[in-house]
């Protein structure tokens, strides 16, 4: 797995010293934007993210959005500036320095042939895969004005791929991560201790 990695799209790889599962390094050909799940399809589905080119990834009930270099440092800058400073969201990022385990590349199925077990794969799988040999720059979310960002020459907005400038997909992310936490907060048996039964009562 590491190879096609490697060989094909020509990201950074690193290996385990007992041979195990391929991780992809970020903050080198992309960040990672990782989230629910549920809130991740939502954001998907809000900003029309149903054409090929931008890769974003499913691990159990977490989505990792690829996103252009820089774009984790970008992240808590975004948020205070989006008016989210000081609410508890389940968003992260992977920059510089980070690794992504590497979700079971596209066309590898699961079963007895080849010895591939989707369920063995940490990394999940991809739910928009990348495309070897596309300009990985020109589908990654970027804040506008950046190198191959929205609004430049080349940029995903003129390349027409789907992606969404990075402010626009943190805001999306970050209402959603908040609906889906308030969510789990309002189901029977998931308030937080001290949550009072019966808030309002009449009088």
Do not use: K
């Amino acid at each position: 797995m590491a190879r096609w990695y490697a060989g094909r799209l020509g990201w950074e790889v690193a290996v385990g010293a007992d041979g195990g599962g391929a991780r992809l390094v970020t903050g080198v050909c992309f960040d990672v934007l990782e989230l629910p799940a549920e809130a991740g399809h939502a954001v998907l589905r809000l900003l029309g993210g149903g054409r090929p080119g931008w890769p974003v990834a499913v691990a159990g009930e977490r989505m990792r959005m690829l996103v252009a270099p820089g774009g984790a440092e970008e992240l808590p800058a975004l948020l205070d500036w989006l008016e989210w400073r000081g609410i508890t969201l389940d968003l992260a990022a992977l920059g510089a320095g980070g690794l992504m385990d590497a979700p079971l590349p596209p066309g590898w199925a699961a079963g007895p042939q080849g010895g591939r077990n989707r369920s063995a794969v940490p990394g999940g799988r991809w739910l928009r895969p990348p495309l070897p040999g596309a300009a990985l720059e020109r589908v990654l979310p970027a804040v506008p004005g950046t190198p191959g960002g929205p609004g430049r020459p080349g940029g995903a907005a003129a390349a027409g791929d789907g992606a969404p400038c990075l402010v626009r997909l943190v805001a999306a992310a970050a209402a959603e991560c908040h609906r889906v936490r308030c969510g789990r907060h309002r189901r029977p048996g998931a308030e937080p201790a001290g949550w009072p039964a019966q808030p309002f009562a009449a009088s």
